[in-house]
């Protein structure tokens, strides 16, 4: 059973970072695409960043190109968006999803991805 996990969120001030986790089982981490949402009250879930296995290609939205970025740690399953400089607008509940096997053509869709966490809420104050 394919499992995402993620942890690492909480309340920070503007300015400050938080980590994010997303701790993925069930299949063989080296052929996927996982990419992090968000998702704000009264809004639709955007996507944040993506990474494929396939080149190690990572993409960004707009609004977090230069604060956040995204690696992977193969060894432990794991994704991780390190997010600097936060903002009160990214405040959401950040979410990994997982496409398998395979890589999205558009990663910034939620159409592609077939699992999906349950979800790690960041708050930041201003």
């Known amino acids: 059973e394919v499992q995402l996990v993620e942890s690492g969120g909480g309340l920070v001030q503007a300015g400050g970072s938080l980590r994010l986790s997303c701790a993925a089982s069930g299949f063989t981490f080296d052929d996927y695409a996982i990419a992090w949402f968000r998702q704000a009250p009264g809004k639709e879930r955007e996507g944040v960043s993506c990474i494929s296995s396939s080149d190690g290609s990572t993409y960004y939205a707009d609004s977090v190109k230069g604060r956040f970025t995204i690696s992977s740690d193969n060894a432990k399953n794991t994704v991780y968006l390190q997010m600097n400089s936060l903002k009160p607008e990214d405040t959401a509940v950040y979410y990994c999803?997982?496409?398998?096997?395979?890589?999205?053509?558009?990663?910034?869709?939620?159409?592609?991805?077939?699992?999906w966490g349950q979800g790690t809420q960041v708050t930041v104050s201003s």
């Open positions: 999803a997982a496409a398998i096997g395979r890589g999205v053509t558009t990663w910034d869709i939620i159409g592609p991805y077939d699992y």
